[in-house]
């Protein structure tokens, strides 16, 4: 994940707990605190006012951050209270935040960084087919569309790759895309006006990857139209 979209994602997220977080999205998100308090304190005859305005600003996101970093290490948010243990609670905090993410589904959702458990590999030495995503409801009912290096993007604009007919009820312009980060499937919400939902009614916040798998199934809108991730 890169800076500038690590710092995007936790202010979109702003009061989010729920979920997981890479390591990047946390550390990036810490490193721009960092440099915002630098330039804070550059300008020392507005520090006194700018400091306080701006702690409270980023108080909520930077604690749902954390809490999402520590469910991608399968612990609960509740750990973030071992901080106040003198000197050893900080340190152990440290540690669990530098973890890598557990590739592991757990309770908080798939991991951002291995969704389904981890990369797609060969099994007993065949080749892995090339991930797709299959209409299985709507106007485009039946048709396979497979995803690029660049990724596939579902909408009614003429640069989707998978294009909807412009009357097509609750489709945005630019709706949703799939992309394949990494040999691992993430769905994102472009901002669509009525939503990109799991098929577990999950409704997935915008702007956000979130990794799907083979055979997981998602709608958009009210669910007129719906598509299911393949191998072709």
């Known amino acids: 994940m890169s800076f500038w979209g690590a710092v995007t994602n936790v202010f979109r997220n702003y009061a989010n707990f729920s979920g ?45 951050v954390a809490v999402r970093r520590l469910h ?35 309770a908080y959702g798939y991991s951002v960084k291995y969704p389904g458990g981890g990369p797609i590999k060969p099994v007993g030495g065949s080749r892995v087919g090339t991930l797709g995503v299959k209409c299985i409801a709507g106007p485009l009912q ?6 690029s290096s660049s990724g596939v993007m579902i909408g009614r604009d003429i640069s989707c790759a998978i294009r909807l007919p412009e009357n097509s009820p609750g489709i945005s ?10 040999g691992s ?3 994102t919400d472009l901002g669509s006006t009525y939503g990109t939902f799991l098929s577990d009614g999950r409704k997935l916040p915008p702007q956000y990857p979130h990794p799907v798998y083979v055979g997981m199934r998602f709608y958009l809108g009210s669910g007129y139209v719906q598509f299911e991730l393949v191998t072709i």
Do not use: K
């Open 20 to 64: 997981r977080a890479r390591r990047s999205e946390f550390w990036f998100f810490y490193l721009f605190n960092v440099l915002v308090w630098i330039g804070i304190m550059i300008i020392w005859p507005l520090a006194i006012l700018l400091g306080p305005v701006y702690s409270l600003a980023v108080l909520i996101p930077g604690i749902a």
């Open 142 to 147: 039946g048709h396979i569309y497979p995803i």
């Open 72 to 106: 991608d290490t399968n612990r609960s948010g509740v750990y973030l209270l071992v901080s106040f243990v003198p000197l050893v609670g900080f340190i152990l905090l440290i540690i669990w935040l530098t973890e890598d993410s557990n590739p592991a589904p757990n």
């Open 185 to 187: 499937p993430v769905i």
């Open 173 to 182: 312009a630019r709706h949703c895309s799939v992309q394949n980060v990494n």
